[in-house]
């Protein structure tokens, strides 16, 4: 029943990330076009890394590590409880990254200058602007990323499917509407896409709340900072923390090494990223998801074979289908590039290089995708500290391997995206040695 159900969910939850995925790749068709390679698009993508590290440190780690497990473990026993635990977190975490954004704002000249150290004047003044209205979205993910977790613990994944579809559509609607608006009204024009950030978080937020009301949530003024289960939360979201807030901190680098590089190189980066997302998310986030509550709930009963089983299970099937389109885009980065990006503005080098980044990104990608799928086992084991470990050893690993590509060799852009295919292998090899020698000690 388990194996059918996980499949089932699995494949649902797949398709809604192939479709996010689709209208994500659209909203960059969009922005290649109206923006091509450019300073603006290298502005927007700076603006979300400071708001990207506040999400991390006080909601991902917690979510994707502990949130899940003690829910989980709360809501077979006691159903309001569970409810409880998920208030009295939320009006926490809520006010954590209130205060954080506001800290943020106070010290924002100075922080983005660190993003940016390529950029000056106006565009510098433009990263500042676009990063205060952009601070508003990790306080509206906080809010329903913790509601989204506790749909996955349900394993009702509907709501949790469309958000990031609704999210799309919230930056494309400011692409095409927002950004004319700004430039009309003599505002800097990447304001639009901003507003467009905004829109697409509450979309993500409204379409979670109306499940969770669904399945018993409810708004509560709980503000237990003593409640076991919120120590639980907070002793095992530490190591991933910790990991989250070292990720964020290499991918600012990465942002600071590639404006260096020349206008339009972040674009690129991220077009590319992008693209190598698509398998990520549709396989190998997806079945991460689906089988995490799963796993929490046989390693809570100490199932150990049922365990081994789905595990096994998830990381064959996984390996397979994002390996064979691996070695397919692989080798038609180019023609893919070309079909998808190849309009208005974005042409000629642009999608040269574009290409050449995404087929250095395919040498990494299935082990992205089964990093997440490992990573769950040992969350669901109550273990974070070992994922963090190994999560710091790859990170200092592509921060090296991308300095020297940069640096010494003279790759260009291409060389951040080889460093960070080498070190996902890394991360993932050493993630397997780590988990076989844990389970054959403690489970």
């Known amino acids: 029943m388990f194996k059918s159900k996980i499949f089932r969910s699995s494949v649902i939850l797949g398709v809604f990330s192939f479709m996010a995925s689709a209208v994500g790749l659209l909203r960059d068709r969009i922005f290649a076009s109206q923006f091509g390679a450019s300073r603006t698009l290298d502005i927007y993508y700076s603006a979300f890394k400071i708001p990207d590290l506040i999400f ?10 502990a949130f899940i497990p003690v829910f989980i473990r709360q809501y077979r026993t006691d159903e309001k409880k569970a409810w409880d635990v998920t208030r009295n977190f939320l009006n926490i975490a809520f006010t954590a990254v209130i205060f954080s954004c506001g800290l943020m704002i106070v010290f924002i000249r100075p922080l983005a200058a660190l993003i940016t150290p390529g950029f000056s004047g106006a565009d ?38 469309i958000a990031p579809i609704l999210y799309n559509v919230g930056i494309i609607i400011g692409a095409i509407y927002f950004v004319p608006i700004m430039r009309a009204h003599g505002y800097q024009e990447v304001l639009g896409l901003g507003l467009g950030v905004i829109l697409g978080a ?76 698509v398998p990520i998310s549709v396989v190998g986030i997806s079945v991460a998801i689906v089988i995490f509550p799963r796993l929490s709930f046989h390693a809570s009963g100490n199932e150990k074979e049922e365990f081994r089983q789905k595990l096994n299970m998830a990381l ?32 000629g080098q642009n999608i040269a290089i574009t ?47 991308a300095s020297f590509f940069t640096f010494y060799l003279h790759w260009d852009v291409r060389g951040l995206a080889l460093a960070f295919a080498i070190a996902g292998n890394v991360n993932f090899f050493l993630l397997w040695i780590f988990f076989k020698r844990f389970t054959k000690t403690s489970f």
């Open 56 to 65: 991390n440190l006080f909601i991902l780690g917690a979510v994707s590590a």
């Open 355 to 401: 290409a050449g980044i995404l087929s250095l990104y395919m040498l990494g990608v299935t082990a992205q995708s089964l990093i997440p799928i490992l990573s769950r086992a040992f969350y669901a084991l109550h273990n974070t500290k070992i994922p963090v470990i190994v999560s710091l050893i790859s990170i200092a690993v592509n921060l090296s391997l």
């Open 316 to 347: 064959k099937n996984t390996a397979i289908i994002v390996t064979t389109g691996a070695v397919a885009l692989f080798f038609l980065s180019e023609w893919v590039v070309r079909i998808l990006f190849g309009v208005g503005l974005f042409h």
């Open 202 to 277: 509450l979309m993500h937020l409204t379409v979670q709340l109306m499940a969770a009301f669904r399945a018993g949530f409810r708004f509560g003024p709980i503000f237990d900072w003593s409640d076991t289960n919120f120590r639980s939360i907070l002793k095992l979201m530490i190591p991933r923390t910790i990991g989250l807030g070292a990720f964020s901190i290499d991918s600012t680098i990465i942002n600071a090494l590639a404006s260096i590089l020349g206008a339009g190189s972040i674009a690129m980066l991220n077009f590319a990223n992008n693209l190598q997302s």
């Open 124 to 161: 510098r003044e433009a990263v500042i602007q676009l990063m205060r209205l952009m601070l508003l979205s990790p306080i509206i993910f906080s809010v329903s990323t913790i509601i989204g977790s506790a749909l996955q613990a349900l394993e009702r994944f509907w709501a949790f499917a």
